[in-house]
């Protein structure tokens, strides 16, 4: 009886999974769903249904937290640091930034963070 009260816990679906790993390992976004064998739309859903972002969003933080660690570890020039992380140029790379961090990345390197995603305010 106590056991049928308890509450069912869903597992992710492995498409999902699969692709969480497929990007994580820098893998694109339509690599990851032609590995899956769903449609495209399909595995959108999925995803989002699943982690709250498409992904494309996910795998666009996931290059963006790899550009935060690398400049926190060592202090590249920033047109270096856009090509390493696949950027189609600085400016781009650019754009990202201040659209995910809300600053660009110089006022994030002149905030001098302590950790790599934390910026001190006020």
């Known amino acids: 009886m106590l056991a049928r009260r308890l509450p069912r816990v869903q597992g992710m679906?492995?498409?999902?999974a699969q692709a969480l790993h497929s990007?994580?390992?820098g893998?694109?976004?339509r690599a990851a769903v032609q590995r899956s064998g769903y449609s495209h739309r399909r595995l959108i859903a999925l995803f989002q249904g699943s982690t709250g972002l498409t992904p494309?969003?996910?795998a666009r933080l996931l290059?963006?937290?790899s550009v935060l660690q690398r400049q926190h570890q060592e202090a590249l020039p920033?047109?270096?640091l856009a090509a390493w992380a696949g950027y189609s140029d600085q400016?781009?790379?650019t754009r990202d930034f201040r659209e995910i961090a809300g600053l660009t990345p110089d006022a994030w390197r002149r905030a001098a963070p302590?950790?790599?995603?934390?910026v001190p305010v006020g």
């Open 114 to 118: 302590a950790h790599a995603h934390h």
């Open 78 to 80: 920033w047109a270096e």
């Open 27 to 29: 893998e694109a976004v």
């Open 13 to 16: 679906h492995p498409a999902v």
């Open 91 to 93: 400016a781009h790379m």
């Open 23 to 25: 990007l994580q390992q």
């Open 63 to 65: 290059r963006f937290q």
């Open 56 to 58: 494309k969003v996910y």
